[in-house]
Structures are given as structure tokens and as C-alpha cells.
């Protein structure tokens, strides 16, 4: 098969999800609010500390926003395609996977588009923080232009190593089945400690968050180059390469995991 | 004594997923170890109000902890599996009232949360933070009250949200709806006092702050008793609604068959 | 077709601690429980055959299947289908295989029957024509017509099955895994699968592996079967050798007319070692219910030796039913 006639059913099978969730309008509208509810409160959290105490450790209300921004649009990025590598629990506990293991296709690529995710609430609303946050920044003349295409670069590679994190921790469930614990831990947590400046956590935490689940490295330290010009620009270039080996990792590892699949029912 | 029965059977049933629940543990502790961090790093710039540094860490490793007895229960009192394998009709069928069956249940499993879970997780922080427990023991009787009173009332609010799951499948929304509310309006992370007026206002409307902020300023000593009233009312409040509830949740079953 | 080398599958739980902080040990331990659900099974399959493969609720069937196409991975041993092996080219053997699980749908449940075809065309590249023509043979053969638009979610056991079947077939593949595709069905539904399974294997020449519980599936369809038991192959040949194997005894009803004299040595004494190749288990009036193997002694014998007795007036012979042959497998 060509990578066009891939696409092609990839996309077919976005579509005929899509259409799936259609069947049940009041359902899908319910989720949409209410995620957008949860999203907003998610911000409010981070909103009103910023709006009582302004800078925290050095970081001003827009790096701090942005910092959130970014961590939330590459989660968007991440859940929209692959919202069902974070739910592989149900495929292993109801043995839906030997389904998805009898397609012609790889596994990973038969399972992503079983749901697609449509993510409005989240996109508008780190959209909307990422403009003010820039915004308030480039008026004050603290970064140019340049640093809205890199942002879109790092929400990118942000969304590669966030997926790849998710796959490494859903892999885990061919082992142990369930992972909504180890889920908590390595996507829930680790996304949320990012969202400020890895400075306020001690060593040991912080490298964690920049080595072993490497959420530090979707926002945190793209940002010391982005806004406050420290490291360099190899920066850009060496994060690519990082959210790659995570991708080669991850996939790796995933594809072991493939191997010890028990099914269900014996 | 059924009730009896049934909670400590799901006591019970909690015991052989302590290898997964004792990884939860260590989620849990350490989002309370970033939240303390974020408020120890405020702290070296900002005043804290009347809580100070330690008296914040104090509030987020109080709130963590109590998290497992007010918030992280079963999503809505596992009525919406119920309701998609359809043991909900059965259940409906036995002689005791679906509400207080389900209620033992859970109050079983907050049970195990309170001794597996929150215990662990307040001991941790109180060596790794150097906290102090309260002096008076009438202030932990108070404190035990406002808990259990904020136990039911997450009881309540789960069972609401489980028959939900008759009309919609996407009632476990639901559930990480009220998880968001829980995050923001009942004191979670930042204490209701900080938050913008129209927030607060709403807040206090909810039964929100006497899941988590209630208890937690007795817990520190700012509490006045006279908070115990809210908790009364409101869990008279949601018991009420549960009832009227169950009614609705019959006869939709009854119409289409469970 | 099939080639399965000694392939071994073993599952590993890890063992639950008791007692205080079992907890924290259960987390710590390395001891596992070790389930072996298949131990050792080889067998060959050609092309064309049709072979039901039975066993009792946890006999490795399912284990089986699953690892012949793809699904799991064997602990050790080989599996080899048309000239491939399904774990390290499980895409390429995939699309010469088609699968059915009668407990779970590989349908699109949300989505009208004909979306389902639609997409599975595509994934698996099946052009435009050979799929139209596929179609409409198995609308005719299936009946599918009659809920081509309604969502799989709607549709009856019966026709879900139907349409499952069709869907298993869309891609043409040489070989068709089907476990317990008969589960659940009326009378009438399970008449229409095995009539359609006798024709895509007698006309298309398909080779089948069918796993069941009724016992009419593997008598009606099947040329082989093989029986697993605890891990292991315990037979394997046709079906009328398995029921010749066994030796069960036909039941034979004789209705005498007039006095009959039933000689002692006949009468079934619970002592089964006497030499009488004829039991006689039970009298009424003037009927006589025996029992006789008919492969010591043929029916002439049989009837030869009834009519010493006395008068017959009538003769029921019944062979032994397929279950029971079964049971005495297990």
C-alpha cells in the first residue's frame, strides 16, 4: 500500500467515526460542554493565582500563560488523533484489540481513528491564551515575530513527545491490563507540574519531569529560548531530535508489548 | 445487618487492587507535592494571607488527602455500568431501596480510600512537610463530622450523576465535571477567600466548599463550627433530590426495560 | 494451508499476596502463577478442508485461534499459513484471512451495514468491481438486503452473524477462522450459517476451522475434526472414526410379539465383563431396549440373535447421539 492510499484510510476512518458520534447528537453535545467546562476551570485555577499573586518565581502572568497555552494546545494535538491510546484500558479489559489485531493495517494505526476527537473548547482556549500571552509580550517588546512560528514548532514537537509518553504508559497495560493509576502519574500529573516553571520543584522532581517523562521539554524549556533567550537556538533543532527518539522509543517498546498481549478470556 | 454486609464486602473487593491503588497513591501524593511547591514558591514572593507558607502546604496536603474521601469515589456509584450491562433492572427489583443499597456500598469503599489512601498520603506529607496536627480533640471530632458530612454529600452528588446514565452515555462527563467543580469551587488548590467575588458567590450557592474547604479550615483551626449547619442542610438537601431521583430512574427503566 | 508446529501458550498472572501490607509485597514480588492454555498442539490443514475444532469451556480453543491469526503470541512452537507466518507477517497473512468471533461484531455498531462493507473495501483494497460482485452474492446467498441500511446496533443476532459472515469474505481470503459462530441462534438462523458455510467451502473451495459447541455444526459441515482437551489434541480424524472410536453402543428398541424367553447370560448385571456382546438394560410388557456395539457384531447378527428370543414384531435402532460421543471425548 502507498502512504496516499493510507492516508486516504485514515482519514476514511476519522470520517465514519465522526459519523458514529453523529448518531448520538445530544451525547456529543453534552461532552463537548462539559470538557469545555472542565478546560475552563482547569484555567481558572491557573488564571486567578496568576490575577491574585502576577509573577510567580520570576516567571510574569504572560510566560506563566504561555507556558499553559502551549502544554494545552499539544495535549489538544495528542488527544485529537490518538484520544484512544490514553483509553487502551477498555480495549485489553473487553478484548476489543483482537478486533483491531485482525485488520490489515498496523494495530497503532487501526486504533487511533476508532474515535476521533473533536477538541473545540480546548483549541479556542489555549488559542486564545497563546494570543494573549504573546501578544502582552511582543508589546512590551519582550519577543518579535519569529516567536510565533516557532511556538507552532513546539506545539508540534510538544504533541510528538506527549504521544509518545502516552503510548510508552498505555504499553505498560499488556502487562498489568490496568493503567488508568500509571496514567495519572505519567500524563495526568507530570502535564499539570509543567504547566509552571519546572524552577519551583526541587532537583530530583524537576529532572524527572525533564528525563524520564519528559513533559519539561513540550513548554518548559522551549520557553527559556523562546522568551527569555537563555540556551540557544540549537534548542529548536535538539527538540525535534528528543521528541523523535521518544517516537522511536515509545514505538519500540509498544511493539514488545504487542507481543505479550494476553486477550481476554483465558 | 445488611448494610453492614455490603460495605464490607466492597471493602473487601478493594484489598486485591492494592499493588494498582498503592501506584495511584504515589500520583496522588506527589500532585499534593507539586501543588505545596507552587505555593511554597508563591510564598517566597507573596504573603500568604492568614495561612502563611506552612499554613498553605498544611491546606494542600489536607485537601489532597481529603480528596479521597470526598471527590475520587466511584463514578456515579457504578450505576451507569450497571445500566449498560442491564443489571439496573435487577437491581431495582431487590427488596431494599436502590439509594441506600449503593450508599452502603460506597460508604465501604470511601472506607478503604480513608485507610489504604488518605492515611498514607497525609502521613508522607506530614514527615516530608514537618506539619502539625491539630491540639484539641473536640477540633478533630468537629473535623470527623464535617468529613463524613462531606463524604455523604459526594455519595449523593455521584448517585445524581449515576442516574444520570439513563438518559446519556456520556455520563462519566459528568463525573470529571464535578471533578473540575471540586478543583475550583470547593477550595481545592486556592482557598475560597481568594477567589474572584462572583466566584465565591457562586461557590457558596454549591454544596462544593463543605466537600473539601469546610473541613480542611476546621482541620487548621480557622473553621467556626457553625459550618456543620451548611453540611446538615445541604446533605438533607441532595438526600431529598436522590429520593425524587430514584423515582425518575424507575419509571424510565420501567418504560424501556433497563 | 495451516501448518501449526508444537505451539505452547502459556499465561502469567502475578500471584496476590495475603495478609498485612500484602499490597506493597504484591508489588514487589516476582512470583507469578503460570497457566499453560495451550501445551503442544501440531496439526496440518490443506486446502479445502473443513475441520471443526471442539472442546469443553477453557480447553485452549479460543487460545488457538487467536494465535493462529495474529493475535496472540504463541510462548513457543510455529504457525505457518499459506507459506507465512502470522506473527512476524501478520498484515500479509491477515489479508488472506478472514475471522469471525461469534461473540463480538467486527462491524462499525453505530453505522448502517453497508458503511461497514464500505470502509472494510478500502482497508482491505478491494476494488470497485470484485466488491459489487462479492456483494451481490452474498445478498443473494445471505439475504442481506433486508437491513443493508440499518445500524449493526439494530440488527438481530441472526443477522448481524449473516452479516459478519459476508463481511469475513469480502476480501476473498483463502482461509476463514470462525469461533463459535453459531452461538446463540435460532433453529432457523443456524441452518442459513451452515448452509452458507457448506457452499463457500464445496463451491469456493475455502478453508474452514470452525470452532463450536453444537455438535450439529461439526456433524453437518465438517470432514475432520479435532478435539482439545486441557491443552492437548485428543483426537483428530474424521467424525464417523471419532464415533466408531469411542464405541458407544446403539440403543435398540425390539418389540415381541407374543411370549419371548430372554436368555440369563444377556441380562445386564452391572457386571459388564460377561462375555454377552448383547446387554439388555431394560423390559416393558413386551418391549426390550438392549444395547450392542456395532462394531463387534453387525446388525444382522443382532437381529439373527433377537429372533432366537422369541416373535419380532418391530425393531428401533438408535445411534449413539454426537453429544454423547462427545462428553466421552472430555
Not at chain 2, 457504578?78 to 443489571?87: E, F
Not at chain 2, 431501596?97 to 489512601?117: D, N, P, R, T, V
Not at chain 2, 486556592?190 to 454544596?207: H, K, M, R, V
Request: hydrophobic content about 45%; glycine content about 8%.
Amino acid at each position: 500500500m502507498t502512504a496516499k492510499s493510507w492516508l486516504s484510510l485514515y482519514a476514511l476512518l476519522i470520517r465514519t467515526s465522526i459519523k458514529s458520534r453523529m448518531q448520538y447528537k445530544f451525547n456529543f453535545v453534552l461532552a463537548s460542554i462539559l470538557a469545555a467546562l472542565i478546560q475552563i476551570s482547569e484555567f481558572l485555577m491557573v488564571a486567578i493565582v496568576l490575577y491574585k499573586f502576577g509573577a510567580i518565581q520570576g516567571w510574569s502572568m504572560h510566560e506563566i500563560g504561555y507556558l499553559f497555552a502551549v502544554m494545552t494546545l499539544s495535549k489538544t494535538l495528542y488527544r485529537t488523533f490518538a484520544d484512544e491510546v490514553h483509553h487502551l484500558e477498555k480495549y485489553l479489559v473487553n478484548g476489543e484489540l483482537d478486533q483491531l489485531l485482525t485488520r490489515p493495517m498496523p494495530v497503532l494505526l487501526a486504533l487511533m481513528p476508532q474515535k476521533f476527537r473533536i477538541m473545540l473548547g480546548e483549541v479556542l482556549q489555549g488559542g486564545f491564551l497563546l494570543w494573549w500571552s504573546l501578544s502582552g509580550m511582543m508589546g512590551s517588546g519582550q519577543v518579535g515575530w519569529s516567536a510565533v512560528p516557532q511556538t507552532l514548532y513546539i506545539i508540534l514537537t510538544g504533541a510528538v513527545i506527549l504521544f509518545s509518553i502516552g503510548l510508552a504508559t498505555a504499553t505498560f497495560g499488556f502487562w498489568t491490563t490496568r493503567i488508568t493509576e500509571l496514567q495519572n502519574l505519567t500524563e495526568d500529573a507530570a502535564r499539570t507540574a509543567a504547566q509552571y516553571p519546572l524552577t519551583l520543584y526541587p532537583k530530583w522532581m524537576s529532572s524527572i519531569l525533564l528525563i524520564l517523562v519528559p513533559v519539561g521539554l513540550v513548554n518548559y524549556v522551549p520557553s527559556l529560548y523562546i522568551l527569555r533567550g537563555e540556551l540557544g537556538w540549537w534548542v529548536l533543532p535538539a527538540l525535534a531530535g528528543a521528541a523523535l527518539l521518544c517516537l522511536a522509543l515509545s514505538l519500540k517498546f509498544w511493539q514488545f508489548g504487542l507481543t505479550k498481549y494476553q486477550s481476554t478470556g483465558s | 445487618m445488611l448494610y453492614f454486609t455490603l460495605a464490607s464486602k466492597a471493602y473487601a473487593r478493594n484489598l486485591q487492587y492494592r499493588g494498582a491503588h498503592m501506584v495511584h497513591n504515589i500520583a496522588s501524593a506527589m500532585f499534593g507535592f507539586m501543588y505545596a511547591c507552587i505555593w511554597i514558591g508563591l510564598g517566597a514572593d507573596h504573603a500568604l494571607g492568614e495561612y502563611g507558607t506552612q499554613g498553605m502546604v498544611g491546606y494542600i496536603a489536607f485537601t489532597q488527602a481529603a480528596l479521597w474521601i470526598s471527590s475520587f469515589i466511584t463514578n456515579g456509584l457504578g450505576i451507569p455500568q450497571a445500566v449498560r450491562t442491564g443489571h439496573i433492572s435487577l437491581d431495582l427489583m431487590r427488596p431494599v431501596h436502590l439509594f441506600s443499597h449503593l450508599m452502603a456500598k460506597e460508604w465501604g469503599q470511601i472506607a478503604y480510600q480513608f485507610i489504604y489512601k488518605s492515611i498514607p498520603i497525609y502521613v508522607v506529607y506530614y514527615f516530608a512537610f514537618s506539619l502539625e496536627l491539630p491540639g484539641k480533640a473536640s477540633d478533630l471530632l468537629f473535623v470527623a463530622l464535617a468529613l463524613a458530612g462531606a463524604a455523604y454529600l459526594s455519595i449523593c452528588i455521584n448517585y445524581l450523576i449515576g442516574a444520570s446514565a439513563l438518559w446519556t452515555t456520556e455520563s462519566s462527563w459528568l463525573y470529571w465535571g464535578n471533578h473540575a467543580m471540586i478543583n475550583l469551587l470547593a477550595g481545592f488548590f486556592i482557598p475560597i477567600e481568594w477567589l474572584p467575588g462572583w466566584l465565591q458567590t457562586a461557590a457558596w450557592w454549591s454544596p462544593y466548599p463543605y466537600l473539601l474547604y469546610v473541613p480542611t479550615r476546621l482541620y487548621l483551626g480557622f473553621g467556626n463550627v457553625s459550618y456543620l449547619w451548611g453540611t446538615l442542610f445541604w446533605c438533607v438537601l441532595l438526600t431529598l433530590a436522590c429520593l425524587l431521583a430514584t423515582g425518575f430512574l424507575r419509571r424510565k427503566v420501567e418504560v424501556q426495560g433497563g | 494451508m495451516i501448518e501449526v508446529q508444537d505451539i505452547r501458550k502459556s499465561f502469567k498472572t502475578p500471584v496476590v499476596k495475603e495478609g498485612r501490607f500484602s499490597g506493597i509485597r504484591t508489588l514487589f514480588s516476582r512470583e507469578y502463577r503460570i497457566k499453560e492454555a495451550v501445551r503442544g498442539i501440531s496439526f496440518k490443514v490443506d486446502r479445502g478442508e473443513f475441520v471443526g475444532y471442539i472442546g469443553p469451556n477453557g480447553a485452549g480453543k479460543s487460545t488457538t485461534i487467536k494465535m493462529l491469526s495474529g493475535i496472540l503470541h504463541p510462548t513457543s512452537g510455529e504457525v505457518i499459513i499459506g507459506g507465512m507466518n502470522p506473527h512476524r507477517e501478520r498484515r500479509a497473512v491477515v489479508k488472506r484471512l478472514g475471522v469471525v468471533f461469534g461473540q463480538r461484531s467486527q462491524l462499525w455498531w453505530d453505522l448502517p451495514v453497508r458503511d461497514s462493507f464500505d470502509i472494510l473495501a478500502k482497508m482491505y483494497a478491494v476494488d470497485e468491481a470484485d466488491k459489487v460482485r462479492r456483494l451481490e452474492q452474498f445478498t443473494e446467498l445471505l439475504d442481506l438486503q433486508a437491513f443493508w441500511e440499518t445500524p449493526v446496533r439494530k440488527l438481530s443476532l441472526g443477522q448481524r452473524m449473516r452479516a459478519d459472515l459476508a463481511a469475513a469474505m469480502l476480501h476473498d481470503p483463502d482461509v476463514l477462522f470462525l469461533d463459535e459462530p453459531t452461538i446463540g441462534l435460532d433453529v432457523n438462523a443456524k441452518r442459513n450459517i451452515r448452509h452458507f458455510l457448506k457452499l463457500i467451502n464445496e463451491k469456493f473451495g475455502k478453508t474452514i476451522l470452525l470452532t463450536t459447541h453444537d455438535m450439529d455444526d461439526i456433524e453437518q459441515l465438517c470432514s475432520r475434526v479435532m478435539v482439545i482437551n486441557e491443552g492437548r489434541l485428543s483426537y483428530d480424524g474424521t467424525v464417523r472414526s471419532l464415533r466408531d472410536s469411542i464405541g458407544l453402543p446403539t440403543l435398540i428398541t425390539v418389540t415381541f410379539r407374543g411370549p419371548f424367553q430372554i436368555p440369563e447370560s444377556f441380562m445386564a448385571t452391572g457386571d459388564s465383563s460377561t462375555q454377552a456382546r448383547i446387554r439388555v438394560t431394560r423390559v416393558l410388557d413386551q418391549s426390550v431396549t438392549i444395547e450392542a456395539n456395532r462394531r463387534e457384531m453387525n446388525t444382522l447378527e443382532i437381529v439373527k440373535e433377537l429372533g432366537k428370543w422369541g416373535e419380532l414384531d418391530d425393531i428401533d435402532m438408535q445411534d449413539p447421539d454426537f453429544e454423547d460421543v462427545i462428553h466421552k471425548v472430555y
